[in-house]
């Protein structure tokens, strides 16, 4: 069985500031990881994935998340929060092998941006 | 390429009607996914299509809801008897076939809004 957990469904930062918003997983084979990005009246757009390459990954918008097996985390950052960065973010994961290949979404951070 | 396209965009029904909501996938995406995001809660799994065979249902509500896929390319996603806790946006992906793992990103579409009166 698969799961993700976002922590925190609301994250505040002034425009500039560090975004970061938290991913853990739960998967029993090694996983696949998906940062999804929702801005209002539309459907979610990838913003990076994990697929067993580098460990850091970097995506669009200034975007990038660290996979760490030990802590079964994949944390999304971006230095420097912009307005338009404001939006639902979803972690999801799939699995390689042995599992469900069927993401599983976790419940979404709604990132705000205040100027 | 064109993206994944859902229609309507917006639909408004009386309680009672039944709904068809139609999603047309990437071409040569094999993998297609129909998801439920209601206010505030993530995304909710319904059923997925490898080609036109659908073979887990098990996320489907009730049995009020069904899909079918013809020609491994479109879709409809239809909710019979609708209630108004079948008020929710529905939300299309499509994807590469899964049969080469759970690596393939998903394209979503824009989505179905449909409110039940």
């Known amino acids: 069985a698969q799961s993700v957990t976002q922590l925190g469904s609301h994250v505040s930062v002034s425009e500039g500031a560090l975004v970061l918003l938290r991913c853990n997983y739960s998967?029993?084979?090694?996983?696949?990881l998906f940062w999804y990005v929702q801005y209002p009246n539309q459907g979610l757009q990838l913003l990076l994935k994990?697929?067993?390459?580098?460990?850091l990954v970097k995506g669009i918008n200034g975007f990038e998340a660290e996979f760490k097996k030990s802590e079964t985390s994949f944390h999304l950052t971006k230095p420097s929060a912009h307005m338009s960065d404001a939006a639902e973010y979803f972690c999801?994961?799939?699995?390689?092998?042995?599992?469900?290949?069927?993401?599983?979404f976790g419940r979404g951070t709604s990132l705000i941006v205040h100027p | 390429g064109a993206g994944v396209s859902q229609s309507p965009s917006n639909k408004v029904t009386e309680k009672g009607k039944d709904v068809e909501l139609r999603c047309d996938p990437i071409?040569?995406?094999?993998?297609l996914y129909w998801y439920r995001q209601s206010l505030g809660q993530g995304l909710e799994f319904l059923i997925y299509?490898?080609?036109?065979?659908?073979?887990?249902k098990s996320g489907l509500p009730s049995d009020r809801f069904s899909a079918e896929r013809t020609g491994g390319s479109v879709s409809t996603l239809t909710i019979q008897r609708t209630q108004q806790e079948d008020s929710a946006v529905y939300l299309c992906?499509?994807?590469?076939?899964?049969?080469?793992?759970?690596?393939?990103?998903?394209?979503f579409g824009p989505g179905t809004r449909l409110t039940v009166l």
């Open positions: 992906a499509s994807s590469l076939a899964l049969s080469s793992g759970g690596r393939n990103e998903q394209f």
């Open positions: 071409s040569g995406h094999t993998a």
């Open positions: 999801a994961v799939t699995t390689a092998s042995g599992g469900s290949y069927i993401p599983t």
């Open positions: 998967s029993s084979v090694p996983p696949y």
């Open positions: 299509f490898q080609g036109n065979s659908a073979p887990d």
């Open positions: 994990y697929t067993s390459a580098a460990t």
